[in-house]
Each structure stands twice: as structure tokens, then as C-alpha cells.
């Protein structure tokens, strides 16, 4: 096992969050979306799913009350930001920037129910930023 993934399992195994179930689901269908080019690490204290080396997306689990998905092309901003186009057909996305977005679930049911559809938005974003 890589040390990514021994950290993450790490990490997992110690996990106390309301929506962990809704993590474990989200983590699982990430991964599947295209298991040679996705891999996961643990960033900000999170999960963080990883796209041929560049990091894209980053579950942030703080507060504790809700879910967020940051979806983004790096921990600093690119020059080319303003160039950088991804269309949101969910509409769900709430834009911090040119080329940074947040996906915010409050309810765990609803996050639950979604993830089929956040793994895809996720794998989505993956394609656009490379």
C-alpha cells in the first residue's frame, strides 16, 4: 500500500463527522470515475482527490455541521484563472473565484442521495483543469 493510501485509511479509520458516511460514499465513487488517473491523499486535513499529480478537489469538514467540496487547480491561484472555463449544469456550485468553486451540502441525507452525481461534477472538474 502507497503512503497516500495507508494515510487516508489512517485518517478514515479515525474520522469523527456526521456525514463520514457520506465521505466514505463520495471517496469510493471518486476513485471509480477513473481509477488510473485518480488517486486520494490527505490535504487540509481532509481527503483530497488527486488527478494525474495535481490536486483538484478537497473535501473540507469544517465546520462540522456539512459537507463541502472545494473544487480547485492547485493551492494558489493561476495566472490563467480568468481564462479557465468549466460549465456547472447542476448549478450548484458556488464560484470563490475564476477557477475555484464549493459545493456545499447542510443535510447528510441529501448529500447521500447525490453522490452519484458529485462523483461525476467531480471527475468533470478533473478534465477541464488538465
Given at each position: 500500500?502507497?503512503?497516500?493510501?495507508?494515510?487516508?485509511?489512517?485518517?478514515m479509520?479515525?474520522?469523527?463527522?456526521?456525514?463520514?458516511?457520506?465521505?466514505?460514499?463520495?471517496?469510493?465513487?471518486?476513485?471509480?470515475?477513473?481509477?488510473?488517473?485518480?488517486?486520494?491523499?490527505?490535504?487540509?486535513?481532509?481527503?483530497?482527490?488527486?488527478?494525474?499529480?495535481?490536486?483538484?478537489?478537497?473535501?473540507?469538514?469544517?465546520?462540522g455541521n456539512?459537507?463541502e467540496?472545494?473544487?480547485?487547480?492547485?493551492a494558489?491561484a493561476?495566472?490563467?484563472a480568468?481564462?479557465?472555463?468549466?460549465?456547472?449544469?447542476?448549478?450548484?456550485?458556488?464560484?470563490?473565484g475564476?477557477?475555484?468553486?464549493?459545493?456545499?451540502?447542510?443535510?447528510?441525507?441529501?448529500?447521500?442521495?447525490?453522490?452519484?452525481?458529485?462523483?461525476?461534477?467531480?471527475h468533470?472538474?478533473?478534465?477541464?483543469?488538465?
Open positions: 500500500m502507497a503512503r497516500a493510501e495507508a494515510d487516508i485509511e489512517s485518517y479509520a479515525a474520522l469523527e463527522h456526521p456525514f463520514k458516511e457520506v465521505i466514505e460514499a463520495l471517496r469510493q465513487a471518486v476513485l471509480a470515475q477513473d481509477p488510473n488517473r485518480i488517486t486520494e491523499s490527505v490535504k487540509w486535513n481532509a481527503p483530497n482527490f488527486v488527478y494525474d499529480g495535481e490536486d483538484r478537489a478537497t473535501l473540507r469538514l469544517q465546520p456539512r459537507l467540496v472545494v473544487l480547485h487547480r492547485g494558489k493561476r495566472s490563467d480568468s481564462e479557465f472555463a468549466f460549465a456547472d449544469p447542476s448549478g450548484t456550485l458556488r464560484w470563490l475564476a477557477d475555484r468553486a464549493l459545493l456545499v451540502f447542510p443535510e447528510r441525507e441529501d448529500a447521500l442521495a447525490r453522490v452519484p452525481a458529485t462523483a461525476e461534477l467531480i468533470s472538474w478533473m478534465r477541464a483543469c488538465s
